[in-house]
């Protein structure tokens, strides 16, 4: 039989711990996501592959072009980057989403809410981290592809041009991944907000080009514009049309729309149970 | 200090937590015990601000958990097993990234790391890590801030023995130093090891709210257990003494209300030989099983075993305490199922006569 054992704990005595207690901030949450974001797998293979599709694709269309015909019709030759932007931007979403729903997937989430009760700081801090890793390696690597394009083909772009092919796109990709990050945060599964993101990407330009009825002209025409693909294409462009986006346009919307996403993230988090 | 009021967690039509309220003191360990589905989780989880009650209130010291800026150096908590980490990073970088959020040192990571024993695959993804492991890594996510306040759901699920001994010590340990120890378990014979005190609950409702020592006091039976080969004749001395013995098969008997120092003195005087003679006390674990029987929800059945003792119809063919079963001398008094219905039985039985 056993002796029930009585521990004799000195009830009322408190634990004081010789760890000082230091006042923490946002830069702590970032520390702490910029650990987390670095320590996982996904982040180098999402962003490996990017870079590699980025310089890859942009270096073959840059060589294929210049072998072929170099008249790019007023066009400037740092567009030749927008196949490899385009698929790149798709590694991008993919960890936009992981970000957050793999914490929510691994019960993670609940260890870091616990160690971080302010949801705001957390989601906060994950969107940073997040939106200026993509946005320094997609700036950089559009810049040392655009030089090396540069030097294949031949041409001098503005640097209005130059501007919006590095930094405008960078801008874009990044607020692109931030809108996956949301969508990430508002599904909590991994495989369906990939599979939404993908289907934002893609559905428009699909449906525009089944839709053959001329009554429905417009629609088709408003659905092909507004695409990611055309507004990523839009940035390169320095033609200005007279309908759909047009120079920076691209980047206020997706900005917008990110930021509403983000907003909708935040407020579900605040409220629900993890 | 946890206080709990009136707390309440609503699952859709199911509710989890019924009303909990109840006060967890600092410098004691707090055992919280009940039946798989008691909603022992759940109730952490809202203490740890990660679900929402649908009604009533967990203060921290007078605080909501939201209002804690470094909850860590404050409260350390170790989740359901396996279920707090991810995978795919390793346990160093898994916990350096908690220790961040908090402004805790990284030496302090490789500290806890040591103290539980997961120094050698630090670098190791979490994901490969048994069990055991994972609990281990959880409770050192649990130390990391070296917090006054601890609190542990089933701490002991998935370690060996030398685990289990270790994180009991470890539990001693951290309340004798005067933290705030709460633990969750469905095991009442290790929380009558760890725990000063008691809090059962039974599909999300408080059934006790009680220091260990005096639930012990109150739900253990004493008893003294005897076998000898005259049998009539110990019954006739100990009906003639007024003592009532229940007859508990192959010619045991068991004694409420009397020393194993009487009896044996009685028998020496009546020259009675024995076979053997010992003091008993029913487990703990019994009376926890009674108090919860009522409320447990998901009941195992094996065939032809009755776990509820409500339900088991008496003398049914192999029902518990049927003639043809007959009692197995020798064996400990913590017994899940047949035992327990058979004293249930007896009990009541000796209540009629
Ligand atoms: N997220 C949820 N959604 C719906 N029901 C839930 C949820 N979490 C818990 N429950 C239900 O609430 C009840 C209490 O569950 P809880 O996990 O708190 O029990 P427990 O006491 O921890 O059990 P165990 O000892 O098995 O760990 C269960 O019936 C469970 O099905
Ligand atoms: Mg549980």
Redesign the interface.
């Known amino acids: 039989?056993?002796t029930?054992?009585?521990?004799?704990?000195?009830?009322?005595?408190?634990?004081?711990?010789?760890?000082p207690?230091?006042?923490?901030h946002l830069g702590?949450?970032l520390?702490?996501?910029w650990?987390?974001i670095r320590?996982?797998?996904?982040t180098m293979w999402t962003l490996g592959v990017m870079i590699v599709l980025m310089v890859g694709l942009g270096l073959l269309t840059a060589s294929l072009v210049a072998a072929a015909d170099p008249d790019l019709e007023g066009q400037s030759v740092l567009s030749l980057g927008f196949s490899g932007v385009l698929l790149g931007s798709i590694c991008v979403m993919t960890l936009g989403v992981l970000t957050i729903s793999?914490?929510f997937g691994?019960?993670?989430i609940?260890?870091?809410?616990?160690?971080?009760?302010?949801r705001g700081r957390v989601l906060a801090a994950k969107a940073i981290v997040f939106f200026l890793l993509v946005f320094t390696l997609t700036t950089v690597t559009t810049a040392i592809v655009g030089a090396l394009q540069v030097g294949i083909v031949g041409g001098e772009p503005s640097g209005e041009d130059w501007f919006r092919a590095t930094v405008g796109v960078g801008l874009y990709v990044a607020a692109l991944g931030l809108l996956a990050l949301a969508v990430g945060a508002l599904i909590r599964h991994s495989a369906g907000a990939i599979t939404i993101m993908i289907g934002v990407m893609l559905l428009p330009l699909v449906v525009a080009i089944f839709m053959f009825s001329e009554s429905l002209r417009d629609v088709q025409e408003a659905l092909f514009q507004y695409s990611i693909p055309n507004q990523i294409g839009v940035l390169y462009d320095s033609a200005v049309t007279t309908s759909g986006p047009t120079g920076w346009q691209p980047l206020w919307i997706v900005m917008g729309v990110t930021a509403v996403a983000m907003a909708g993230a935040f407020a579900l988090l605040r409220?629900r149970?993890? | 200090m946890i206080e709990l009021e009136g707390l309440t967690k609503h699952f859709g039509a199911k509710v989890a937590v019924d009303h909990l309220s109840f006060t967890v003191r600092p410098g004691v360990v707090t055992g919280f015990l009940g039946p798989n589905g008691a909603g022992k989780s759940t109730t952490m989880r809202m203490m740890l601000d990660l679900d929402n009650p649908t009604s009533g209130t967990v203060r921290i010291d007078g605080r909501h958990y939201r209002d804690l800026a470094e909850p860590l150096k404050y409260i350390g908590a170790l989740l359901e097993a396996s279920k707090a980490m991810h995978g795919g990073r390793s346990a160093y970088n898994n916990l350096l990234c908690l220790a961040q959020s908090n402004r805790i040192p990284a030496s302090r990571v490789r500290e806890v790391l040591d103290l539980v024993g997961l120094t050698a695959v630090a670098r190791k993804k979490s994901k490969g890590f048994s069990l055991g492991m994972n609990q281990r890594l959880g409770i050192a996510s649990a130390l990391l801030g070296d917090p006054e306040i601890l609190m542990f759901d089933e701490p002991v699920n998935g370690l060996d023995p030398e685990g289990i001994h270790w994180i009991r010590n470890l539990m001693k340990q951290l309340a004798a130093e005067g933290r705030t120890i709460f633990v969750s378990s469905h095991l009442m014979s290790e929380m009558a090891l760890t725990a000063d005190h008691l809090i059962v609950i039974g599909q999300g409702k408080l059934l006790a709210d009680t220091s260990m020592a005096d639930f012990i006091q109150e739900n253990s039976r004493s008893y003294v257990r005897m076998r000898s080969p005259q049998r009539e004749r110990v019954l006739d001395v100990l009906r003639a003494e007024g003592l009532a013995a229940v007859e508990a098969g192959s010619g045991v008997l068991e004694i409420d209300g009397a020393t194993a120092e009487q009896i044996g003195e009685l028998a020496a005087r009546h020259q009675i030989t024995l076979h053997e003679l010992s003091a008993q006390r029913a487990s703990l674990e019994e009376a926890f099983m009674q108090m919860t029987a009522a409320s447990v929800e998901y009941h195992a059945h094996a065939a032809g075993e009755h776990k509820v003792p409500a339900k088991a119809p008496p003398g049914a063919p192999g029902a518990p305490g049927a003639p043809d079963q007959p009692g197995q001398p020798g064996q400990p008094a913590v017994q899940w199922g047949r035992s327990y219905e058979e004293r249930r039985r007896r009990r009541s039985s000796r209540k009629g006569a």
Request: glycine share 6%; aromatic share 4%.
């Open positions: 039989m056993t029930p054992y009585q521990q004799q704990g000195a009830p009322g005595a408190s634990y004081t711990s010789p760890i207690v230091r006042n923490t702590d949450a520390a702490s996501e650990t987390k320590s996982v797998r996904s793999s914490e691994t019960g993670m609940r260890t870091t809410l616990t160690a971080c009760p302010s409220t149970d993890v």
